[in-house]
């Protein structure tokens, strides 16, 4: 094992099967500025260790027994504000790995990947940049474009509404729709664009252009 640095990255491995965190070990061993300081195998002991270790990057594998991963990652994140979470898995659907994302998540490495892109994943999150497999990471902006492209006049109409704040009553009234027809059309879009609560909705309409960015209140 190489020598560590005084300032390396702290790394907590929680993956439930020994080889694959074998393995993962001697990748990172093999770099003088990360430094394993635990294993874990279940999201109990997972969560032992984030809180009272606090690593700075947490790699973690998504099928661990007990595992919740959309709920576990922002506990994590509560009990250790400073970890960044690596998220090492084989699944490879853009769905998935924009709900990690959301739910806190700085990076997201396939498995058979680990060998190319982990070392560089750990060290951007690190640094408090955010980090995703490429290929994941271009159909995740295709998918998202698509979803745009795809919206109707009303649907656009109601998404900007939303976003800039009206209530489904007074959108309702404008769109000539009962209050709970905005309800449904509401929790349908959401549904279809992936999008959780008003802020999202919020930087969604601003980054396609649907709404525009309000002047700042100068009195």
């Known amino acids: 094992m190489l020598e560590k640095k005084g300032d390396s990255i702290t790394v907590v491995l929680a993956d439930d099967h020994a080889v694959v965190r074998s393995g993962l070990r ?8 990360l430094d394993v300081i635990a294993e874990t195998d279940d999201r109990t002991s997972t969560a032992r260790s984030v809180r009272l270790r606090r690593p700075r990057v947490l790699v973690l594998d998504l099928r661990m027994p007990g595992a919740a991963p959309a709920s576990d990652i922002p506990e994590y994140l509560e009990s250790s504000p400073r970890t960044g979470i690596v998220v090492l898995t084989m699944d490879n659907d853009p769905i998935t790995a924009r709900e990690m ?34 290929e994941l990471g271009a159909a995740l902006a295709k998918g998202q474009a698509d979803s745009v492209e795809g919206l109707g006049d009303r649907e656009r109409t109601l998404l900007a509404l939303l976003a800039l704040g009206h209530t489904n009553r007074e959108i309702g009234e404008r769109l000539h729709l009962s209050v709970r027809a905005v309800e449904v059309n509401r929790s349908r ?11 999202q909705l919020v930087r969604f309409a601003l980054e396609n252009r649907l709404i525009e960015p309000q002047p700042a209140d100068r009195s």
């Open 26 to 33: 001697v990748l990172l061993d093999a770099e003088t500025d």
């Open 189 to 199: 879009l959401q549904k279809r664009l992936g999008l959780d609560g008003r802020p």
């Open 101 to 134: 994302l959301r739910a806190g998540a700085g990076g997201y490495v396939l498995k058979q990947a680990a060998e190319r892109q982990l070392v560089e994943a750990i060290r951007t999150v690190a640094g408090g940049g955010g980090y995703i497999n490429p």
